[in-house]
């Protein structure tokens, strides 16, 4: 049963930073703040919970699981909240997304 909770464990570990740097070229890659904060806010949510669910395996039954179960629930309600504030303030700002034309999306009119 270790073992199985072991592989488990560190298989939610590699796939959580795997997210994690999925979404670091997302940040790169993307054209504007919108795609981007996109991008980073979904794989970021994804990332961190695997990488706790990973490290709460690990940890067993003690006082570090009741930590890192308090630093999921602050990601769970704190995340969200950050990217849509950081859009609504983009939007104020006057930043408008990308709009590609027909020409650019390979459409015939």
């Not at 795609?35 to 039954?61: D, F, K, N, Y």
């Not at 890192?68 to 629930?73: H, R």
Request: with cysteine; hydrophobic share 60%; aromatic share 6%.
């Amino acid at each position: 049963m270790d073992m199985a909770i072991e592989i488990i464990s560190w298989a939610c570990l590699l796939i959580g930073g795997l997210f994690l740097i999925i979404g670091a070229f997302g940040m790169i890659r993307f054209p504007d703040v919108f795609c981007r904060l996109h991008a980073t806010s979904v794989s970021e949510s994804m990332g961190a919970w695997l990488i706790l669910l990973g490290l709460m395996l690990q940890a067993g039954m003690s006082l570090v699981l009741v930590k890192l179960m308090l630093i999921l629930l602050f990601l769970i309600v704190t995340s969200p909240t950050a990217a849509h504030a950081l859009a609504k303030a983009a939007i104020r700002a006057g930043l408008k997304p990308i709009q590609k034309t027909d020409a650019e999306k390979g459409e015939q009119p």
